[in-house]
């Protein structure tokens, strides 16, 4: 995948885990991160647009982040029904297209 | 508020062309600043974007398939098509179409766009095998 992320991340019930999804120049150095949450057999949702904005609906637990040529999300508090598959995606303006990261499954432990 | 729904067939031979269609319900997709974007998802591996188009027509392909790529919008019928040509077992996936929200800014003294995918339907699942 052109942006890289973690395979995998855990943690317990309240705890807080980040996921960090690294690219070049091209996509998240000239534009913004966007994070996808997938759990399991369903259609993706967007979680995050424009690095940390949050859509209506998307708990506050949720927050992003961007700086240079890397984003993260975060999610604190964990729960239960935050075990899913998270994508971040930029645009490319070298490929002048989507690319996203090849995905990070949260584990609940 | 804004639905999609992807369908198609479920079973399509090798070198056959892949056709999928996407049904937008609650608004139109002729008005507004969107693009309309397929994204495939092969089992058990991560997203892979396809290709958008423009409310006006103006598309975008992914390189690595924008040879066999054609998407198009049918305003009467509110429907955005896929075209895939020369389908491979490599094709197999859940197709997903998606709509691509914007955020708008000043840059300089024109009016940009930052866009996200930030409707999706269910997605489609097509087998490319005789």
């Known amino acids: 995948s052109v942006l890289t992320q973690p395979p995998s991340a855990s943690g317990t019930p309240g705890q807080t885990v980040s996921i960090s999804c690294s690219g070049s120049?091209?996509?998240?150095?000239?534009?913004?991160a966007s994070w996808y949450q997938q759990l399991t057999q369903t259609a993706p949702k967007l979680l995050i647009y424009t690095n940390d904005q949050r859509p209506s609906g998307v708990p506050d637990r949720f927050s992003g982040s961007k700086s240079g040529t890397s984003a993260s999300l975060a999610i604190s508090g964990l729960q239960s029904e935050d075990e899913a598959e998270y994508y971040c995606?930029?645009?490319?303006?070298?490929?002048?297209?989507?690319?996203f990261g090849g995905g990070t499954k949260v584990t609940v432990l | 508020q804004v639905q999609l729904q992807e369908s198609g067939p479920g079973l399509v031979k090798p070198s056959r062309t892949l056709s999928l269609t996407c049904t937008v319900s609650g608004g139109s997709i002729s008005s507004g600043a969107y693009y309309w974007s397929w994204v495939r998802q092969a089992a058990g591996k991560g997203l892979e974007w396809i290709g958008r188009i423009y409310t006006r027509g103006n598309t975008y392909y992914n390189p690595s398939l924008k040879s066999r790529v054609n998407i198009s919008l049918d305003t009467s019928k509110n429907q955005i098509s896929l075209n895939l040509d020369s389908v491979t077992a490599a094709d197999t996936a859940v197709y997903y179409c998606?709509?691509?929200?914007?955020?708008?800014?000043?840059?300089?003294?024109?009016?940009?766009?930052?866009?996200?995918?930030?409707?999706w339907g269910k997605g489609t699942t097509v087998t490319v095998s005789s």
């Open positions: 120049n091209s996509n998240l150095g000239s534009n913004p």
């Open positions: 995606a930029a645009w490319d303006d070298s490929l002048n297209g989507w690319v």
């Open positions: 998606a709509r691509e929200g914007h955020y708008s800014f000043w840059s300089g003294f024109y009016l940009d766009f930052y866009y996200y995918m930030d409707v």
